[in-house]
């Protein structure tokens, strides 16, 4: 199906006119969506999936990401194979670095000893989607790119419903598109909501005195840029000299001259029931190399006294792009100003969105815990292998353990399959590590596959029986 070849064919129940049908239709295309379409259309059926920005690849792509990792197996490794191949990964070592590990403004390196030898690898991230989006091409998905998810038709379905259409906004307005198997792919559970599935609200783990839902608050997300022009030597030498490591000297003196707002480079809170160390505070300069020598990848996180639920309220999520571009701003500002080895460094990427790092959390036929992980748990449905993953929370713990088919169908809906974030995990599970690029294009291969069994067997995909491990 080409968008050339696109023809009315009808309308829905609602009045909605459909262009569109495939067997497996797949809401997003982050790395869950991209496997879960790749995948099911390798084994023969039709997809089509809906993606809001201009190419795949979700938090990774558009919301610059970039994290390189050793292929885990199947299209993960495919990928970062053709990233390879593309010239689009870069890796930065102590040899280019040489005080980079053990930096205190290091996001991913700051444990290592300091001087000790390291390799941090990211992908370009615009290269990244380009070739991400020839990979569903060459494989025949149609990709309708641009277009917002806004809706689902459905209809009863036995004891369950089932969707019949998903509905979108595009540059004519609002059409539907038809499908035997819904992929969510989303990353914040939109598919779930409007299917008025089951789920839980972000909100984290919170403190004792907050009893009410008014007071959650959320694991905040964040909006990431990319500076480049840094000559970090400079700045490592001044951290070296001053004695300044976190260039906390330098973030007071610009605070005392009205150059930063309150908001930047706040204090952590003092409240270390929320998250431990991460995500409570924002007080230094956090960033980590990317595409290439002298450019760096920064983050920029929602304060997290503000609350914000930007994935279920329009307001939060309004204010969340206004301000953090806002900050950035002001953070680039500060860095051009005081920090040495920044004076002639210049914005030169802000992501396309913010990222949520806890949305909703979709209740499926099965919960996967915290506890399911300590406790290194079995089950008759494992999607993959035993996998050894390690949690943060738990000091660094590792854990072997397998995951269920059933955390990928959600309760009430018959024909949706769930992939990467919007997986059926209690918030910790999935903030820990459960969401990181290698597992969601496993989560979304195993979605896929699932589908396309589901397709030719002629049954939903809560009929399937998951009885063998998808290898990887």
Known sequence: MNSSSIQPLGRTARGVPVIGEADVVVIGAGPGG?????????????????????????V??????????????????????????????????????????????????????????FRRASFNPDAAGNIMLRMLDEAGVHAIYGAAFVDVEMQPDGGQRRITHAIIETVQGRQAIRGRVFVEGSGTAEVVARAGA???????????????????????????????????????????????????????????????P?????????????????????PTVDMSPIQGPGTFILWQ???????????????????????????????????????????????????????????RHPIGEYVFSIDDAREERRFPDAVTRPMTKTFFWDQYAKY??????RCFLPKEVDNLLLTGASLSFTFETIFMVMRNFPWCCQTGEVAGHAAARAIREGISPKQLRWTEPLPF
């Open 60 to 117: 990774h792509t558009s919301g610059l990401q970039g994290a390189a990792n050793t292929g885990v197996g199947g299209i993960h490794t495919e990928l970062m194979e053709r990233f390879a191949a593309a010239g689009a990964i870069y890796t930065a070592t102590e040899k280019e670095l040489p005080d980079w590990a053990g930096n205190a403004l290091s996001h991913y390196d700051y444990y290592l000893e300091p001087g000790s030898p």
């Open 198 to 260: 089951p789920y839980v609200r972000g909100g984290g783990r919170q403190p004792e005195t907050v009893t009410t839902d008014a007071q959650a608050r959320p694991i905040p997300g964040g909006l990431l840029w990319i500076m480049s022009g840094i000559d970090f030597a400079q700045t490592a030498a001044y951290q070296k000299r001053e004695n300044d490591p976190a260039l906390s000297k330098l973030i007071n003196a610009a605070r005392a001259a009205g150059d930063i």
């Open 262 to 282: 309150p908001e930047l480079y706040r204090p952590r809170l003092a409240d270390q029931g929320v998250y431990g160390d991460h995500y409570i505070g924002h």
């Open 400 to 405: 072997t353990f397998e995951v269920p088919y």
């Open 34 to 58: 991209f496997a879960a379409a790749l995948r099911a259309r390798r084994e023969g059926c039709s997809v089509i999936i809906v993606e809001k920005f201009d190419m795949p690849g979700g």
């Open 301 to 359: 996180n929602v304060p997290y006294e503000w609350a914000l639920h930007m994935d279920d309220d329009a307001e939060h999520a309004f204010r969340a792009k206004r301000e953090l571009r806002r900050l950035i701003d002001a953070e680039a500002a500060f860095l051009r100003k005081y920090a040495p080895g920044f004076q002639d460094a210049f914005i030169s990427h802000v992501g396309r969105y913010v990222g949520v790092r806890d949305g």
